[in-house]
């Protein structure tokens, strides 16, 4: 699978861990050494699903305090507790527990013989609210704050005890589920859904997504540049991040925590050179359930960075234990070239190339239980209210839509709204408004969840010049140098549809906008230069010019991609700030 983006952790340590190496498949435990028994809470003696039952090889020693060599089996325990897992025979093992939020069990050093089935029931606790303390085994060179490291240790080894269980509820296929994946085409600035496809099935649990194996991953890293110039980018998976190579090649942090989440930080060790990835795995603050893992790029092969690059990877728990991939996004940028500028001085011309982001491509999807929380369960109702960018007026005749869902409402004079029939789950709550339609963009966007026959409320504050400046111009601020103009051409009705109108233009089209420049430089002497962009006509009908100079006479031709030049209209740019202008019908040349 594939994404890009960049972060930096706090407070990095490199710890070695023993991390989990699960077998290919389920042990066959007709014949052969058997371990076997019941995990249950200590307190209430009532048994306890979805623990992480191993038998590891322990190394000759005095059996006072074993470090464990290996993990020969794995399986979570089901609704009634039990477990069983195959064991080498005569070789010395020892049996750990492991129940997230729980400090870890582990049992004397054991031996069972060929064919002997040993019984071992464990008791746990149940509920424990506090970090378990785990032992780190070696020291790092990454650096950090000795009282730190014992926590993130901590942290890591509950994290680690989720991606365990998410992959042995896979590999022993614990339950089944509608799973639905997406693809789709982003616009550049908000993000808005350009074009999609889905896709689903029901079947017994299966991978979302599947990564290269980590050790590939950590000789090539997590993008390559293929023979025909595309680029291929990989995401993690739980092995990957479960696999000693991923432990080894990074460095361990503690997030800033938030108000219900705690997290560890990872990045690559400070020799790594290829592109490798960093992020954050976010836990529960008060049951330390791991939430999600998000991740970006580093050292990423392309000219152009961006923040909203990235992707993320959600985890969930059912009542049997089973863990499970929820949903998981994977956004990149699909990079062009274009001519930014030329100048003419003194019959010369010269011309420069310029990156740009024309879109992004998002994979992603969601994993929907049948034998949990029911897909098809009981819809939900979501009301709310649309205002404008100060909080004060509402915004009536706004398009409200779920992206990627179907059906759309439209605000009343008052702002409100309702949409109906809505299966639970996290969403885009999108809005759309001919005034931010002007601009091509998105009115407001917000990530909201939506319970299983849940009545819910929103409020939505429409966005602001500030942030309409971060979208069109990558700045919330414009220089006292400089203007940012918005141009919208001529729309035509189609007489077809009462409530849209099309721009006449043609795909592909750009707008070339030129200028005098001035400069003196000597008692008599002033030179004069012609300066030009080239702006492409985008999905809304209009471009923006975000490097103007203010007060000056800017000249426009419309041009097809073969160079004809069409309409022509001049406008003089504000004295500051941004300014959208509609360009009335003009006549055409050369067509």
Same mark, same amino acid.
């Given at each position: 699978?594939? !994404?890009?983006?960049?972060?930096? %952790?706090?407070?990095?340590?490199?710890?070695?861990?023993?991390?989990?190496?699960?077998? $290919?498949?389920?042990?066959?435990?007709?014949?052969?050494?058997?371990?076997?028994?019941?995990?249950?809470?200590?307190?209430?003696?009532?048994?306890?699903?979805?623990?992480?039952?191993?038998?590891?090889?322990?190394?000759?020693?005095?059996?006072?305090?074993? /470090?464990?060599?290996?993990?020969?089996?794995?399986?979570?325990?089901?609704?009634?507790?039990?477990?069983?897992?195959? $064991?080498?025979?005569?070789?010395?093992?020892?049996?750990?527990?492991?129940?997230? %939020?729980?400090?870890?069990?582990?049992?004397?050093?054991?031996?069972?013989?060929?064919?002997?089935?040993?019984?071992?029931?464990?008791?746990?606790?149940?509920?424990?609210?506090?970090?378990?303390?785990?032992?780190?085994?070696?020291?790092?060179? #990454?650096?950090?704050?000795?009282?730190?490291?014992?926590? !993130?240790?901590?942290?890591?080894?509950?994290?680690?005890?989720?991606?365990?269980?998410?992959? =042995?509820?896979?590999?022993?296929?614990? *339950?089944?589920?509608?799973?639905?994946?997406?693809?789709?085409?982003?616009?550049?600035?908000?993000?808005?859904?350009?074009?999609?496809?889905?896709?689903?099935?029901?079947?017994?649990? &299966?991978?979302?997504?599947?990564?290269?194996?980590?050790?590939?991953?950590?000789?090539?890293?997590?993008?390559?540049?293929?023979?025909?110039?595309? !680029?291929?980018? *990989?995401?993690?998976? @739980?092995?990957?991040?479960?696999?000693?190579?991923?432990?080894?090649?990074? #460095? *361990?942090?503690?997030?800033?925590?938030?108000?219900?989440?705690?997290? !560890?930080?990872?990045?690559?060790?400070?020799?790594?050179?290829?592109?490798?990835?960093?992020?954050?795995?976010?836990?529960?603050?008060?049951?330390?359930?791991?939430?999600?893992?998000?991740?970006?790029?580093?050292?990423?092969? =392309?000219?152009?960075?961006?923040?909203?690059?990235?992707?993320?990877?959600?985890?969930?728990? =059912?009542?049997?234990?089973?863990?499970?991939?929820?949903?998981? *996004?994977?956004?990149?940028?699909?990079?062009?070239?274009?001519?930014?500028?030329?100048? $003419?001085?003194?019959?010369?011309?010269?011309?420069?190339?310029?990156?740009?982001?024309?879109?992004?491509? &998002?994979?992603?999807?969601?994993?929907?239980?049948?034998?949990?929380?029911?897909?098809?369960?009981?819809?939900?109702?979501?009301?709310?209210?649309?205002?404008?960018?100060?909080?004060?007026?509402?915004?009536? %005749?706004?398009?409200?839509?779920?992206?990627?869902?179907?059906?759309?409402?439209?605000?009343?004079?008052?702002? @409100?709204?309702?949409?109906? /029939?809505?299966?639970?789950?996290?969403?885009?709550? /999108?809005?759309?408004?001919?005034?931010?339609?002007?601009?091509?963009?998105?009115?407001? &966007?917000?990530?909201?969840?939506?319970?299983? %026959?849940?009545?819910?409320?929103?409020?939505?504050?429409?966005?602001?010049?500030?942030?309409?400046?971060?979208?069109? #111009?990558?700045?919330?601020?414009?220089?006292?140098?400089?203007?940012?103009?918005?141009?919208?051409?001529?729309?035509?009705?189609?007489?077809?549809?009462?409530?849209?109108?099309?721009?006449?233009?043609?795909?592909?089209? $750009?707008?070339?906008?030129?200028?005098?420049?001035?400069?003196?430089?000597?008692?008599?002497?002033?030179?004069?230069?012609?300066?030009?962009?080239? +702006?492409?006509?985008?999905?809304?009908?209009?471009?923006?010019? #975000?490097? =103007?100079?203010?007060?000056?006479?800017?000249?426009?031709?419309?041009?097809?991609?073969?160079?004809?030049?069409?309409?022509?209209?001049?406008?003089?740019?504000?004295?500051?700030?941004?300014?959208?202008? &509609?360009? +009335?019908?003009?006549?055409?040349?050369?067509?």
């Amino acid at each position: 699978m594939m !994404i890009t983006g960049l972060r930096r %952790g706090e407070r990095p340590v490199r710890l070695r861990l023993l991390a989990a190496v699960l077998l $290919a498949g389920t042990p066959a435990l007709a014949s052969g050494q058997v371990v076997r028994g019941v995990v249950r809470d200590v307190s209430s003696g009532a048994p306890l699903a979805g623990v992480v039952v191993s038998v590891e090889r322990a190394p000759v020693g005095d059996g006072r305090a074993p /470090s464990l060599a290996g993990r020969v089996a794995a399986s979570l325990t089901n609704e009634r507790g039990e477990f069983e897992l195959a $064991a080498p025979a005569s070789a010395r093992i020892v049996v750990t527990a492991k129940r997230i %939020g729980v400090r870890q069990y582990q049992s004397p050093i054991l031996t069972v013989g060929p064919g002997e089935t040993r019984a071992l029931d464990i008791g746990l606790e149940g509920v424990q609210y506090a970090l378990p303390a785990v032992t780190i085994s070696a020291a790092t060179p #990454c650096g950090t704050r000795t009282a730190d490291r014992g926590r !993130i240790a901590a942290l890591w080894a509950e994290a680690s005890a989720a991606l365990t269980a998410s992959e =042995l509820s896979l590999r022993d296929r614990l *339950f089944r589920a509608t799973i639905t994946r997406y693809r789709r085409v982003l616009a550049p600035r908000a993000l808005a859904v350009r074009e999609e496809s889905r896709e689903q099935r029901r079947s017994v649990t &299966e991978h979302a997504f599947v990564s290269f194996p980590a050790e590939s991953l950590a000789v090539i890293g997590y993008a390559r540049l293929l023979d025909d110039s595309t !680029i291929e980018h *990989f995401a993690p998976d @739980a092995k990957v991040l479960l696999s000693s190579e991923f432990v080894r090649d990074h #460095c *361990f942090g503690l997030a800033t925590p938030r108000e219900t989440e705690i997290g !560890i930080t990872f990045q690559p060790v400070r020799q790594r050179r290829v592109t490798d990835i960093e992020g954050t795995m976010w836990l529960d603050a008060r049951s330390y359930e791991l939430r999600r893992v998000e991740f970006r790029y580093t050292n990423f092969p =392309l000219p152009v960075v961006d923040s909203r690059t990235g992707g993320e990877v959600h985890f969930s728990r =059912l009542a049997t234990g089973a863990w499970y991939v929820s949903r998981w *996004f994977m956004r990149v940028p699909q990079v062009e070239e274009r001519p930014y500028a030329s100048v $003419a001085r003194e019959g010369t011309r010269a011309s420069s190339q310029r990156a740009y982001i024309a879109s992004f491509s &998002e994979s992603g999807g969601r994993v929907d239980p049948v034998d949990g929380p029911a897909p098809h369960g009981a819809l939900a109702t979501l009301n709310g209210r649309v205002v404008d960018s100060t909080g004060k007026s509402a915004l009536p %005749g706004a398009r409200v839509s779920l992206v990627g869902m179907p059906g759309t409402t439209t605000t009343a004079l008052d702002g @409100a709204f309702r949409l109906d /029939s809505l299966p639970h789950g996290t969403y885009t709550l /999108s809005v759309d408004h001919p005034g931010y339609s002007r601009l091509g963009l998105t009115a407001v &966007e917000q990530e909201l969840e939506i319970g299983e %026959g849940t009545s819910s409320i929103t409020l939505l504050q429409a966005i602001g010049t500030p942030q309409i400046l971060r979208q069109l #111009c990558g700045s919330e601020h414009v220089p006292d140098s400089n203007v940012v103009v918005r141009l919208v051409l001529p729309r035509s009705t189609d007489r077809d549809t009462v409530h849209d109108t099309v721009h006449d233009t043609m795909p592909g089209s $750009a707008l070339h906008l030129s200028w005098a420049k001035t400069r003196v430089i000597g008692p008599r002497d002033v030179l004069s230069q012609t300066m030009a962009v080239d +702006l492409v006509i985008d999905a809304a009908g209009g471009v923006t010019a #975000c490097e =103007l100079p203010p007060a000056k006479l800017v000249r426009i031709e419309e041009r097809d991609r073969d160079g004809t030049v069409g309409r022509q209209w001049e406008v003089r740019t504000p004295e500051a700030g941004l300014v959208v202008v &509609e360009l +009335l019908e003009s006549r055409r040349t050369g067509r």
